[in-house]
């Protein structure tokens, strides 16, 4: 389904089974296929059945790529049909966790606004920035919610701007300032008569529904693809042309974020890694009717695994682990001087 398809021409229900089907064909997207079809089945108006695949998730932490995102969807969906004191566990779980992805903490923070639990909301926002982000640096595009959310929940509580309310009005990109989009008393003018009262909320409208089709024009990062180690041996042994572009795993390593480096100074926000494997590589040839050793296969083959939800975003946040994959901190490992 593509992301832009009207909400009145979806069929909920058929697309979650479809999502459900595709992860038995593909057991290494499961976990961003069953989030794709609980988010349908709550679309659907079905939340049960979006619980039932988070717990089926969530039954197999080991195999997750973000428990916390998964708990914090449950959480969400749960309190939206009645279990409000499970859901209140979880998130209180999720905070104390203090997860190093912005997902977890935007989703819950809105899940309390949603209840009009307005200070929790801000408290919860407020732990996330400063966890996750650093004074001085540029917030990484997956952090922009968070600030955003953040600035809302302060303009609802009537509380004064601050240094990241500042950071966020210069992050957002519409014509219409985020002061006026989340000016609380915005709502009442859609009960006015008066015609420039209406016009303006329209003007405020469409910039809100412009900054939310810019962010689904987004649907996954700018992504480059990465071998480890012995995939990278596999790779090269069985298709010895590709070692004109991989001379050794090392120099691999140091391409990628080079490359990463050069993108973001050139502005290319959202940006991502994305990790192969021989065999799904050998797959996607195959589905393309070429051969493994086609260097121009590569790139697409690392745009379709971003597709499929298989991208990690970069730059790591502060203090996560290192995206090559060596254990060691990223600050320490390949983003030392960055």
């Known amino acids: 389904m593509r992301p832009d398809t009207p909400?009145?021409?979806?069929?909920?229900?058929?697309?979650?089974?479809r999502l459900e089907r595709t992860a038995g064909l593909y057991p290494e997207d499961t976990e961003a296929?069953?989030?794709?079809?609980?988010?349908h089945l709550e679309l659907a108006g079905d939340r049960p059945a979006a619980t039932t695949l988070y717990d089926r998730l969530l039954s197999s932490l080991d195999g997750l790529e973000s428990p916390a995102l998964v708990r914090a969807l449950k959480a969400s969906n749960l309190w939206e049909y009645g279990h409000e004191?499970?859901?209140?566990?979880?998130?209180?779980?999720?905070?104390?966790?203090?997860?190093?992805?912005?997902?977890?903490?935007?989703?819950v923070a809105e899940?309390?606004?949603?209840?009009?639990?307005?200070?929790?909301?801000?408290?919860t926002f407020t732990e996330a920035a400063r966890l996750l982000l650093t004074d001085g640096t540029e917030p990484p595009y997956s952090t922009h919610?968070?600030?955003?959310?953040?600035?809302?929940?302060?303009?609802?509580?009537?509380?004064?701007?601050?240094?990241?309310?500042?950071?966020?009005?210069?992050?957002?990109?519409s014509s219409v300032s985020l002061d006026e989009l989340h000016d609380p008393k915005r709502v009442w003018s859609l009960g006015s008569d008066n015609p420039a009262e209406l016009e303006a909320e329209i003007s405020r409208l469409r910039a809100e529904l412009g900054a939310?089709?810019?962010?689904?024009?987004?649907?996954?990062?700018?992504?480059?693809?990465?071998w480890p180690a012995s995939e990278l041996t596999e790779l090269t042994s069985a298709y010895p042309d590709l070692s004109a572009e991989y001379p050794s795993h090392g120099e691999h390593l140091s391409t990628i974020e080079s490359s990463l480096r050069e993108l973001s100074s050139s502005g290319t926000p959202?940006?991502?890694?994305?990790?192969?494997?021989v065999p799904s590589y050998e797959a996607f040839a195959a589905s393309e009717g070429a051969s493994p050793e086609d260097v121009t296969l590569l790139p697409q083959y690392a745009t379709t695994l971003a597709a499929r939800g298989r991208a990690v975003v970069w730059p790591p946040q502060r203090g996560a682990a290192c995206?090559?994959?060596?254990?060691?901190?990223y600050e320490g490992c390949h983003g030392l001087g960055a």
């Open 7 to 17: 909400a009145e021409n979806v069929d909920h229900t058929a697309e979650a089974a």
């Open 33 to 39: 296929l069953l989030l794709r079809a609980a988010a």
């Open 85 to 107: 004191a499970e859901a209140r566990a979880i998130i209180d779980g999720i905070r104390a966790a203090a997860p190093r992805d912005p997902a977890p903490w935007v989703i």
């Open 111 to 123: 899940a309390l606004e949603a209840h009009d639990e307005l200070g929790a909301a801000e408290e």
């Open 145 to 173: 919610p968070l600030l955003f959310g953040r600035h809302r929940v302060r303009r609802m509580l009537g509380l004064a701007h601050d240094s990241w309310d500042t950071l966020a009005d210069t992050l957002h990109s």
């Open 212 to 226: 939310y089709r810019e962010a689904l024009s987004r649907p996954f990062p700018v992504a480059v693809l990465h």
């Open 270 to 277: 959202n940006l991502g890694i994305v990790t192969g494997t």
């Open 323 to 329: 995206w090559c994959g060596s254990g060691g901190i």
